[in-house]
């Protein structure tokens, strides 16, 4: 009890910090880089068990269990665990449209046979996958097309694993780190605190890139990593790797904050633990709690953070 208040107390001083912005970097040197080789929360004492992550969960196209046709391929194999799979080869933009009751999800799709992999973020239930293909300008056809029950093995299957848009895999840098941060963490919780004082500390936003980010823009979060910098998408890409990596379910969403109408990026995490207070949200037993790493590296105040009402979910991958 006495070392998770330490930590809790220190991610607070960090996040405290970093309101106040940071000086940029030396030449040569990044946020993250400073921040992998210097100490962010206390060491824990001798006779610390740190917390002991589950094997990773995965994500794959599985060529040998695909159907399709007009040089799509759907994957179906992998709902249970959480997911879809598609490849498509083809001579124009590509679509795949995931519906799910009023629910509609569209996401690019390479068309040169990159196989992609995407979230069952509604749980339970009947999906239409649908492949589409570009014939003129917003236009799209559908070129193949498949509806499937889902029942997967648990309501979280979709936010412990890999995709489009939280990408990374066993040998990532940033699940690396994690796995580093893991070592010094007691719990699940403390882990969440080690990561949220990691992101906060070293990556600093990118104003530039979010001047001239284009749409379909998709993070790398080994970059984010790298650099030391990136945009709301980057900061939530890079948090939800780190905790899905070691077994702690994680969302990343898309939405609107107020006042302003901000269109943002952040997480939601689930630990069955309490205890852990970031700004003004405190975090509950058995319920999923938000994490807003943007705002908290970067010195926005409470009329943006506030309590949680001010946010209006729209996305969730």
Known sequence: MLLRRVLLAAALMLLLCSCGGSAPSSAGETDASRAGSETLLPKPPEEFTPYAAPPLLGAAFHVEAAAGENGALLDLSALADGYVAVSVEADARIKLQVKYGEETYNYDVASDGTPSCFPLQSGDGTYLFRVMKNVSESKYIEIYAKEADVKLKDGYQPFLRPSDYVNYSEDSACVQKARELAKQAPD?????????????????YDTE?????????????????????????????????????????????????????????????????????????????ESWNRLDLTFAANGQDDVFIGDGSNYTDLFVY
């Open 188 to 204: 699940a919780l403390g882990l969440v605190g080690q990561v949220y004082a990691f992101v906060t500390g070293g990556v600093r």
């Open 209 to 285: 890139k979010a001047q001239s980010v284009q749409s379909g823009y998709l993070p790398k979060p080994d970059e984010t990593l790298a650099t030391g910098q990136g945009i709301c998408f980057d900061y939530a890409a890079l948090a939800a790797a780190m905790l899905r990596s070691q077994g702690i379910p994680c969302k990343m969403i898309f939405g609107y904050v107020s006042p302003g109408n901000v269109y943002h990026a952040w997480n939601m995490f689930y630990t069955a633990k309490t205890g852990w207070v970031t700004v003004k949200f405190e975090v509950r037993g």
